[in-house]
């Protein structure tokens, strides 16, 4: 069964710091992708990235990076000196298993305090 | 400006009464959801479309309808028979094909009073 883990409920920074929110997953898929989305005060989920299991290489954007690793069934995100911007809730998915299914699962979130 | 709107922002409703929340999409896509959101819960599928015309239940689908008249509209009714209908819901929608990111509306809350 499909099953995506956000153990970390809530955190809190200090701007400037640096932040890692883990994703666990589990899939009976040999082939998959994993999503991050970001979910700012307004409510809107905005997509953040979409990674290929194939691909193993650490993703670097501006501040955030992400880490996939297959052999522990993590794709751990990273903001690097973090911003009052990057407060808000963080979610990882994945697709349902099944060929036809274009639904994901998501894990219930990370909530994120970046305090000034 | 292409994007996904959902009306109204925020909604209440009266315990017994059905209510309609509005999707409309003009990003071309051809499948579109509804989740709802708990506080602590994460997101929930409700209903899924992958075409017009056609639709399927997701997780919770209990106590609320769809319809999927035309490719840019998904109108979702939660019905009386929803016991505890007052949550944040979104609506999003996606191209074709599993593994393409979904992009989100704005949400509609709704407050049963």
């Known amino acids: 069964a499909q099953k995506v883990t956000q153990a970390q409920t809530e955190i809190s920074v200090v701007e400037k710091e640096d932040v890692t929110l883990d994703c666990v997953y589990e899939?009976?898929?040999?082939?998959?992708?994993l999503f991050w989305y970001k979910q700012p005060p307004s409510g809107e989920l905005v997509f953040l990235i979409r990674?290929?299991?194939?691909?193993?290489q650490n993703e670097i954007s501006g501040r955030y990076s992400w880490n996939f690793q297959k052999s522990t069934s993590s794709f751990n995100f990273t903001i690097t000196a973090s911003q009052v911007v990057d407060s808000a809730v963080y979610f990882c998915?994945?697709?349902?298993?099944?060929?036809?299914?274009?639904?994901?699962?998501f894990g219930k979130g990370t909530k994120l305090s970046v305090i000034p | 400006d292409g994007g996904i709107t959902q009306s109204p922002k925020y909604l209440f409703r009266k315990e017994g009464q059905n209510v309609t929340l509005s999707c409309e999409q003009n990003?071309?896509?051809?499948?579109m959801y509804w989740y709802r959101q708990d506080p602590g819960q994460g997101l929930r599928l409700i209903y899924y479309?992958?075409?017009?015309?056609?639709?399927q239940k997701g997780d919770i689908a209990e106590g609320y309808s769809v319809s999927r008249e035309k490719k840019e509209s998904f109108p979702l009714t939660v019905t009386s028979a929803q016991k505890n209908p007052t949550a944040f819901y979104l609506c999003?929608?996606?191209?074709?094909?599993?593994?393409?990111?979904?992009?989100f509306g704005p949400g509609t809350r709704l407050t049963v009073l």
């Open positions: 998915a994945l697709p349902y298993s099944g060929a036809g299914s274009y639904q994901l699962t």
């Open positions: 990674r290929n299991s194939f691909d193993e």
């Open positions: 899939t009976r898929d040999t082939t998959y992708y």
């Open positions: 479309s992958q075409i017009v015309n056609d639709f």
């Open positions: 999003a929608s996606s191209a074709s094909g599993r593994y393409n990111e979904q992009f």
């Open positions: 990003l071309n896509h051809d499948a």
